[in-house]
């Protein structure tokens, strides 16, 4: 089992900037790749990004590519999102993610374990 917990969410004017983190308890989480997904009202939870487990990979939607970084530190059971150029669309619940294994991916039913999310809200 692993335990997710994400922070760092919260109200922004759009071209602001916001780092969400996610603190993983429980089995060893240099085995997991890492990944943040979004979900707005009425929609499906949306990928974001997505980290190798040892950082060195590393995989973005193409709506948030060179505005988000997603980062690891394996010695802090810690993931990053850093937000930067916000915009009102990207105002959605994130939750980190893991997943069991070698390879990322842009389904959310391929992770195994999930946060309890947190929001993000960027106005105009």
């Known amino acids: 089992q692993v335990q997710l917990v994400e922070s760092g969410g919260g109200l922004v004017q759009a071209g602001g900037s916001l780092r969400l983190s996610c603190v993983a308890s429980g089995q060893s989480f240099s085995n997991y790749v890492m990944g943040w997904f979004r979900q707005v009202p009425g929609k499906e939870r949306e990928f974001v990004s997505a980290i190798g487990r040892s950082g060195g990979n590393t995989y973005y939607t193409n709506s948030v590519k060179g505005r988000f970084t997603i980062s690891r530190d394996n010695a802090k059971n810690t993931v990053y999102l850093q937000m930067n150029s916000l915009k009102p669309e990207d105002t959605a619940v994130y939750y980190c993610?893991?997943?069991?294994?070698?390879?990322?991916?842009?389904?959310?039913?391929?992770?195994?374990?999930w946060g309890q999310g947190t929001q993000v809200t960027v106005s105009s």
């Open positions: 993610t893991a997943r069991f294994g070698v390879t990322p991916r842009v389904e959310s039913s391929k992770y195994d374990y």
